[in-house]
């Protein structure tokens, strides 16, 4: 309350400026009529705030408020009169409206008649002042110099909204860095953010700290990154920058998991454990980073830290292609062909199966993939042997290639189950499909995923329904962003029903349009046809 001096001196010198207003444009003001003779200046309110009259509401509401007219100071009466007058929607009353809803902000300020509630008073201040109310900008700005932290916000808002006065972010963020330093929490990470991006990284790293410290996993990432590397103005600290890098992971930061990631996997400054790193980055990945997607892809490429996959590096490649990595995909491409890698015959032979069809010389580059020992070059030729229309098809070898395959290639385990289902090429074995399938979608193939799903939504192939066996196969699918439109809808339907173990999110309802209108993931197929072979 002390600290509102200002505001109340502008408020209660308005209570002595309307009265007298009001006086001067009442042409009868000072003489008595027949009816009014016997009527208190109060009663005369009263009636014409009853017939409606918004400057009689906002001079009762006065009244009450500062024990004026004969009124007893009654703060909640005096709200009801604020309210009663805020809401009078007229031209002709926008003046009395207007600072009612300055009056009621100074109500919801300090509490009196009503609930405190600052983010309201906060509201009702911003609205009073775009509507023309005067005096409120000069006296927060006056009270900001005195480290008012209400006070800085609101000027803060003013000059991010242009409200009472012409717009002016850095302004803006002056006014937020002041409210920072008062000791506003909520202040110190949009403060670090907006230094840091103009280039004052030392000056933005405090308020970084300040905000990590309270549990701000945003602030904690950017308090590792630039301990870890050692920012401008900040002295390297790896150990330091590991803990705060950590604690952001931890709370389920993408950016952090992907550093982690990286450092585990190069061994920069920790020792080197790909297997860990892979899984950070894995965790990145599918939360949607760019950067971590193409890094998990090399993973899978290479072998390292997880089992080596041309499918699901060609997956994950597909996916960041078409967005930002787009050069870096020309580059790898033109860098592996220059000494026929077997990815690169991988990719090639994709092409020239599904794109070309020409099954030939696809069979023929996965011939060089499987001569490099890599599982997805047998499991591929065994997939185009099944190929009604290849001239050469062979259910019987390709079942063969997919069983030995099977051992190093989700892939093959998928196709396999497929044919084990229906008894195309190897004996019917229902059961034996189903453990094929399942080591597919554990492996990481989608196409699997989704299949296992529907069984266990079903309780059908050999299952005993299991919901959340179901939903658990449906996610490891969509964070590949491998959904088939029907199983995105078995999801959608799930999280609507809400009878399967799922995770929560802000915002329900938009996440489960969208799983309703996914489409084919044609990602793979889409970067083929773009490459230059």
């Known amino acids: 309350m002390k600290r509102y001096t200002f505001l109340i001196l502008t408020l209660a010198l308005a209570v002595t400026l309307s009265t007298a207003s009001a006086q001067n444009k009442n042409p009868n003001a000072g003489k008595k009529t027949e009816k009014t003779a016997t ?6 309110l009263v009636e014409r705030a009853t017939n409606g009259d918004a400057q009689a509401m906002l001079l009762l509401g006065k009244a009450y408020y500062g024990g004026l007219e004969g009124a007893p100071k009654d703060y909640k009466t005096a709200a009801k009169w604020f309210l009663d007058a805020a809401e009078v929607d007229a031209p002709e009353a926008l003046q009395y409206s207007t600072e009612a809803k300055g009056w009621l902000g100074l109500l919801y300020y300090n509490g009196e008649g009503v609930n405190q509630d600052h983010d309201r008073a906060m509201k009702l201040f911003l609205i009073a002042t775009r509507d023309g109310y005067e005096g409120l900008v000069e006296t927060f700005d006056e009270m900001s110099k005195g480290g008012d932290v209400f006070a800085c916000k609101f000027m803060q808002e003013c000059h991010d909204k242009g409200v009472g006065v012409k717009r002016n972010t850095d302004k803006a963020a002056h006014y937020q860095r002041l409210a920072a330093d008062a000791g506003d929490q909520d202040s110190y990470m949009p403060v670090g953010l907006y230094l840091y991006n103009n ?23 950017f308090c590792g990154i630039m301990l870890y590397d050692g920012d401008v103005g900040v002295d390297q600290d790896r150990k330091k920058g590991m803990t705060y890098l950590q604690q952001a992971a931890d709370q389920g930061h993408v950016g952090a998991n992907y550093k982690i990631g990286e450092i585990y996997l190069k061994g920069d400054g920790v020792k080197q454990d790909k297997a860990r790193g892979a899984q950070m980055i894995k965790t990145a990945a599918e939360k949607g980073n760019n950067n971590a997607m193409w890094t998990l892809a090399q993973c899978y490429r290479q072998g390292e830290g997880l089992p080596q996959c041309y499918d699901l590096a060609a997956q994950w490649i597909a996916l960041t292609a078409s967005a930002n990595k787009a050069t870096d995909y020309s580059k790898l491409i033109a860098e592996l062909k220059s000494h026929n890698d077997p990815f690169y015959c991988y990719l090639k032979g994709l092409y020239e199966y599904n794109i070309a069809g020409n099954y030939n010389a696809a069979i023929d580059l996965f011939k060089v993939v499987q001569k490099a020992n ?41 196709y396999l189950a497929c044919l084990m289902e229906n008894g195309d090429g190897v004996k019917k074995d229902e059961k034996g499909a189903i453990m094929m399938l399942t080591k597919a979608a554990d492996g990481g193939c989608a196409a699997a995923q989704c299949r296992l799903a ?36 078995q999801l959608a339907s799930l999280y609507e029903k809400g009878i399967a173990k799922l995770p ?17 993931n044609n990602a793979l197929l889409n970067m083929l046809v773009g490459t230059k072979f």
Do not use: W
């Open 454 to 489: 529907d069984k266990y939504l079903k309780g059908t192939g050999g299952v005993t329904m299991d919901i959340d066996k179901a939903a658990h196969y449906y996610l490891l699918a969509e964070a590949q962003r491998a959904l088939t439109p029907d199983a995105a809808k």
């Open 39 to 44: 009527k208190s200046t109060l009663d005369q």
């Open 504 to 520: 929560d999110g802000e915002d329900l309802g938009k996440h489960i349009d969208s799983l309703r209108r996914t489409k084919e």
């Open 199 to 221: 280039g004052k990284h030392s000056e933005a790293f405090g308020y970084f700290e300040d905000a990590a410290k309270l549990g701000n996993y945003r602030a904690a990432y």
């Open 374 to 414: 890599v599982a997805d070059g047998i499991a591929m030729q065994g997939v185009v042997l099944t190929n009604r229309n290849y001239r050469k098809r062979d259910m019987k070898k390709a079942a063969k290639m997919l069983a030995e395959a099977s051992n190093g290639s989700p892939l093959a385990c998928y």
